[in-house]
């Protein structure tokens, strides 16, 4: 025991880390693993990246190379790269998060050990299966020990996903849910406006790739919902409602939210935050941008690469934002009448428009 | 954790619109290379009206890019393209296949069905499934845009199309590979020409049978320049710009015209096979299965797409002293990214020239045949240093 206490996995702090972490961690530290996570991801960390895949491979995989890269710099010579197939029957994931795996295999020229197990429900492997997989691979076989460890990292789990729903924010509660604490009275926001930002965890909630979003709308006085703030039962529902289909494993932090909120809560603009050439990404915000404008809500597409400068992205979240303002405003206007700007002419028309359709 | 959620009633992949009664129905499916010439004779074998959409061309390309997502891929806007021509030209049903769980491909009709309808287009879109479980779907679907009850005209109709499928399947390789070796130049077109056109009047299960061995014949009588020392290039990639001429620029022809045999590892009649036959009456080792077996030292896994089939077949190819690897993807295919990460690996180790090249609709033709030009040279003078130095060995 006291051995196996030193030994070290590496997590790469990218992909299924921003919605998985908590379990992770929970599984491996019951097994007797020490958790090192990569560090923050950085520009530089980034370009690292980039040297190792070609050129047409999007930003999240990039990330995470460069992840595994610096995981190896630290001196870790065992890697977490799980493949998830897919998370119910015919539900499949991103062939690219499906295939990590095989890309760190074939990309990373160093050698050292990869922790590679499957979880694909479509080809019967669960999810017992997916880290009973882990363990055999880690060396070991102790049925009781490792199902204690899933135990633990189901709870872990849930007191995350129970803190993030109640609207503490991510990385506190990430914190909080590795160190054993479970909070219940989150600070409910109030601000002039709320929006709902679709997408990935991994895109959402690492500060360089999104520039923070969620923090700058904050400071514009406009309060964010994410896929964590919504059950996955909701989600799914939510999409049904639409008459749409869940077809991609990690569909519900984009279209579920999305569609969640756009049928149950009064938001007032949707903002999709995705990689540049992201598939399944392109076909969601279509979908979710066909059901906006029938419901009259606006919608913004953001759009990120590795190039992507700040200056221009706040200004396309500053324009999107005054445009809710006015709009907002518009409507108050209208409701109570006061400051109206409407020509005595146009007042007429209205008027005789209004009798009218009253007659 | 308790199960509330109401699972949809009907599942996506059976559930077949039914707004038009059986025999007004007008039947049409998207282009792909030729196989409108068997599944023309097994819904007409089946007693429905069929109509083909106008070839792929700048035309058709321009309506779909006109009418999807700037984020889709290629094959994509092509489909809807024949969509789109199929109902102006009075088709009322149209059809599709889906392999769930490979990549976008799945989402396909789903986007196509509501693109049309917000044009204002009234149709029935029939989809089946290619998952498990795949001839019972396939059969449903075409008696569900039928109504056909007489099994002597299905057994007929797959027959044919069946037969048809091999036939055209065996025409193409045996163009590709008299195309280099001609002497006049021009026959092997002429003769594939003309054999497509046979196979598509063929309207006999026995004649249909028969064709395999008179198109072998034919082109037998071909003159060809026996002593050429032809390199052989393995054309791999995504599936539908593989098999679709006017995508990929009519690769196969140019590099004929090269002096290249060009060995396309896709069949379309070879890969239905596989998927609709039975396992217990299949066999011989499928070309997928083969792949999986070769690609072992690379992938572990099958990650849905062609992966498994391009890093199999590169890892083959290198085996069995193939001269070079060219590789087509659409912009922004999922899978085949994967593959291209994969390739410089292989590349190293398994000692074989791979060219990539990646098609959208802005591919200009000039730069494209200038890196297939550049591709093939490296190629030819790798194969005349090689033979160079086999020859030395022997002296």
Same mark, same amino acid.
Request: charged share 25%.
């Given at each position: 025991?006291?051995?196996?206490?030193?030994?070290?996995?590496?997590?790469?702090?990218?992909?299924?880390?921003?919605?998985?972490?908590?379990?992770?961690?929970?599984?491996?530290?019951?097994?007797?693993?020490?958790?090192?996570?990569?560090?923050?991801?950085?520009?530089?960390?980034?370009?690292?990246?980039?040297?190792?895949?070609?050129?047409?491979?999007?930003?999240?995989?990039? /990330?995470?190379? %460069? &992840?595994?890269?610096?995981?190896?710099?630290?001196?870790?010579?065992?890697?977490?790269?799980?493949?998830?197939?897919?998370?119910? &029957?015919?539900?499949?994931?991103?062939?690219?998060?499906?295939?990590?795996?095989?890309?760190?295999?074939?990309?990373?020229?160093?050698?050292?050990?990869?922790?590679?197990?499957?979880?694909?429900?479509?080809?019967?492997? %669960? @999810?017992?299966? @997916?880290?009973?997989?882990?363990? #055999?691979?880690?060396?070991?076989?102790?049925?009781?020990?490792?199902?204690?460890?899933?135990?633990?990292?189901?709870?872990?789990?849930?007191?995350?996903?129970?803190?993030?729903?109640?609207?503490?924010?991510?990385?506190?509660?990430?914190?909080?849910?590795?160190?054993?604490?479970?909070?219940?009275?989150?600070?409910?926001? /109030?601000?002039?406006?709320?929006?709902?930002?679709?997408?990935? %965890?991994?895109?959402?909630?690492?500060?360089?790739?999104?520039?923070?979003?969620?923090?700058?709308?904050? &400071?514009?006085?406009?309060?964010?919902?994410?896929?964590?703030?919504?059950? #996955?039962?909701?989600?799914?529902?939510?999409?049904?409602?639409?008459?749409?289909?869940?077809?991609?494993?990690?569909?519900?932090?984009?279209? %579920?939210?999305?569609?969640?909120?756009?049928?149950?809560?009064?938001?007032?603009?949707?903002?999709?935050?995705?990689? @540049?050439?992201?598939?399944?990404?392109?076909?969601?915000?279509?979908?979710?941008?066909? &059901?906006?404008?029938?419901?009259?809500?606006?919608?913004?597409?953001?759009?990120?690469?590795?190039?992507?400068?700040?200056?221009?992205?706040?200004? #396309?979240?500053?324009?999107?934002?005054?445009?809710?303002?006015?709009?907002?405003?518009?409507?108050?206007?209208?409701?109570?009448?006061?400051?109206?700007?409407?020509?005595?002419?146009?007042?007429?028309?209205?008027? #005789?428009?209004?009798?009218?359709?009253?007659? | 954790?308790?199960?509330?959620?109401?699972?949809?009633?009907?599942?996506?992949?059976?559930?077949?619109?039914?707004?038009?009664?059986?025999?007004? $129905?007008?039947?049409? +499916?998207?282009?792909?290379?030729?196989?409108?010439?068997?599944?023309?004779?097994?819904?007409?074998?089946?007693?429905?009206?069929?109509?083909?959409?106008?070839?792929?061309?700048?035309?058709?390309?321009?309506?779909?890019?006109?009418?999807?997502?700037?984020?889709?891929?290629?094959?994509?806007?092509?489909?809807? =393209?024949?969509?789109?021509?199929?109902?102006?030209?009075?088709?009322?049903?149209?059809?599709?296949?889906?392999?769930?769980?490979?990549?976008?491909?799945?989402?396909?009709?789903?986007?196509?069905?509501?693109?049309?309808?917000?044009?204002?287009?009234?149709?029935?879109?029939?989809?089946?499934?290619?998952?498990?479980?795949?001839?019972?779907?396939?059969?449903?679907?075409? +008696?569900?845009?039928?109504?056909?009850?007489?099994?002597?005209?299905?057994?007929?109709?797959?027959?044919?199309?069946?037969?048809?499928?091999? =036939?055209?399947?065996? =025409?193409?390789?045996?163009?590709?590979?008299?195309?280099?070796?001609?002497?006049?130049?021009?026959?092997?077109?002429?003769?594939? *020409?003309? +054999?497509?056109?046979?196979?598509?009047?063929?309207?006999?299960?026995?004649?249909?049978?028969?064709?395999?061995?008179?198109?072998?014949?034919?082109?037998?009588?071909?003159?060809?320049?026996?002593?050429?020392?032809?390199?052989?290039?393995?054309?791999?990639?995504?599936?539908?710009?593989?098999?679709?001429?006017?995508?990929?620029?009519?690769?196969?022809? *140019?590099?004929?015209?090269?002096?290249?045999?060009?060995?396309?590892?896709?069949?379309?009649?070879? +890969?239905?096979?596989?998927?609709?036959?039975?396992?217990?009456?299949?066999?011989?080792?499928?070309?997928?299965?083969?792949?999986?077996?070769?690609?072992?030292?690379?992938?572990?896994?099958?990650?849905?797409?062609?992966?498994?089939?391009?890093?199999?077949?590169?890892?083959?190819?290198?085996?069995?002293?193939?001269?070079?690897?060219?590789?087509?993807?659409?912009?922004?295919?999922?899978?085949?990214?994967?593959?291209?990460?994969?390739?410089?690996?292989?590349?190293?180790?398994?000692?074989?020239?791979?060219?990539?090249?990646?098609?959208?609709?802005?591919?200009?033709?000039?730069?494209?045949?200038?890196?297939?030009?550049?591709?093939?040279?490296?190629?030819? $003078?790798?194969?005349?240093?090689?033979?160079?130095?086999?020859?030395?060995?022997?002296?």
């Amino acid at each position: 025991m006291q051995q196996s206490r030193q030994k070290k996995i590496g997590i790469p702090r990218a992909i299924s880390y921003y919605n998985n972490y908590p379990f992770y961690y929970g599984f491996f530290n019951t097994l007797g693993f020490e958790v090192i996570l990569s560090d923050k991801t950085t520009t530089k960390l980034i370009n690292d990246g980039c040297k190792y895949v070609v050129s047409d491979t999007c930003l999240p995989v990039k /990330v995470y190379v %460069g &992840h595994v890269i610096n995981l190896l710099d630290k001196g870790i010579n065992t890697i977490f790269v799980p493949s998830i197939q897919s998370v119910a &029957h015919k539900i499949n994931n991103c062939t690219k998060i499906r295939g990590l795996p095989e890309i760190i295999r074939n990309v990373v020229n160093r050698p050292f050990k990869m922790i590679e197990p499957t979880l694909d429900k479509t080809e019967n492997i %669960g @999810f017992e299966d @997916f880290w009973f997989e882990t363990a #055999r691979q880690l060396d070991i076989t102790d049925k009781d020990l490792i199902k204690n460890a899933i135990a633990q990292g189901w709870e872990m789990y849930n007191n995350f996903t129970k803190m993030v729903k109640s609207g503490i924010p991510y990385s506190r509660a990430i914190e909080n849910s590795i160190n054993g604490i479970f909070e219940n009275n989150p600070v409910e926001l /109030v601000k002039p406006l709320s929006v709902v930002i679709m997408a990935h %965890g991994y895109n959402l909630f690492d500060d360089r790739i999104s520039m923070k979003l969620i923090q700058k709308l904050e &400071h514009m006085g406009v309060k964010s919902y994410t896929g964590l703030n919504v059950s #996955r039962e909701d989600a799914i529902n939510s999409i049904h409602a639409l008459d749409e289909i869940q077809y991609w494993a990690n569909e519900l932090d984009l279209t %579920g939210a999305a569609a969640y909120y756009m049928l149950n809560k009064k938001i007032d603009g949707i903002i999709a935050l995705s990689a @540049f050439g992201c598939g399944p990404d392109s076909l969601m915000v279509d979908e979710i941008d066909y &059901h906006a404008k029938i419901k009259g809500i606006p919608m913004i597409h953001l759009t990120i690469d590795e190039h992507t400068g700040e200056a221009g992205f706040i200004t #396309r979240i500053e324009a999107f934002v005054d445009m809710l303002t006015r709009k907002n405003r518009k409507q108050l206007q209208d409701k109570y009448g006061s400051k109206k700007l409407i020509t005595p002419v146009k007042q007429k028309e209205e008027e #005789r428009v209004l009798t009218n359709s009253l007659a | 954790m308790k199960e509330t959620i109401k699972k949809p009633k009907i599942n996506r992949f059976e559930k077949m619109e039914n707004t038009i009664k059986a025999k007004d $129905r007008v039947i049409a +499916w998207p282009r792909m290379g030729r196989i409108d010439i068997p599944l023309k004779a097994l819904v007409v074998s089946l007693g429905a009206k069929v109509v083909i959409p106008p070839a792929n061309s700048n035309k058709a390309l321009e309506l779909g890019v006109k009418n999807s997502i700037e984020g889709i891929c290629l094959p994509y806007k092509m489909n809807l =393209a024949n969509y789109i021509m199929a109902l102006e030209s009075g088709a009322n049903t149209l059809m599709m296949f889906q392999a769930p769980g490979s990549c976008r491909l799945g989402n396909y009709t789903k986007m196509a069905q509501k693109t049309l309808k917000k044009m204002g287009y009234n149709f029935d879109m029939v989809i089946f499934d290619m998952y498990k479980s795949k001839m019972k779907q396939t059969l449903h679907a075409f +008696w569900h845009v039928t109504h056909c009850l007489n099994p002597f005209k299905y057994y007929k109709g797959f027959s044919l199309g069946f037969s048809k499928f091999f =036939a055209i399947d065996t =025409a193409e390789k045996l163009l590709l590979k008299t195309r280099p070796r001609e002497i006049n130049k021009g026959d092997s077109e002429k003769c594939y *020409e003309k +054999w497509l056109k046979i196979t598509d009047e063929t309207n006999s299960i026995i004649e249909a049978r028969k064709l395999r061995k008179r198109i072998i014949e034919d082109f037998n009588n071909i003159p060809v320049d026996k002593d050429k020392i032809v390199p052989v290039v393995f054309l791999l990639g995504e599936f539908f710009v593989l098999l679709d001429p006017y995508t990929n620029q009519n690769i196969e022809k *140019e590099l004929g015209e090269m002096g290249v045999e060009v060995q396309r590892q896709i069949m379309f009649g070879d +890969w239905l096979e596989h998927v609709l036959k039975p396992s217990f009456l299949y066999k011989k080792e499928s070309h997928r299965e083969r792949a999986v077996r070769y690609a072992q030292k690379y992938m572990k896994r099958a990650i849905g797409g062609e992966t498994i089939e391009t890093i199999g077949d590169t890892v083959y190819a290198a085996k069995h002293g193939i001269d070079g690897i060219i590789h087509l993807m659409p912009f922004s295919c999922m899978p085949e990214i994967v593959s291209q990460n994969i390739f410089p690996k292989v590349r190293k180790e398994e000692d074989i020239p791979i060219l990539s090249l990646v098609l959208d609709e802005q591919t200009g033709r000039a730069g494209y045949i200038t890196r297939i030009e550049a591709f093939i040279d490296l190629v030819k $003078r790798k194969k005349m240093r090689k033979e160079k130095n086999d020859n030395k060995i022997q002296k």
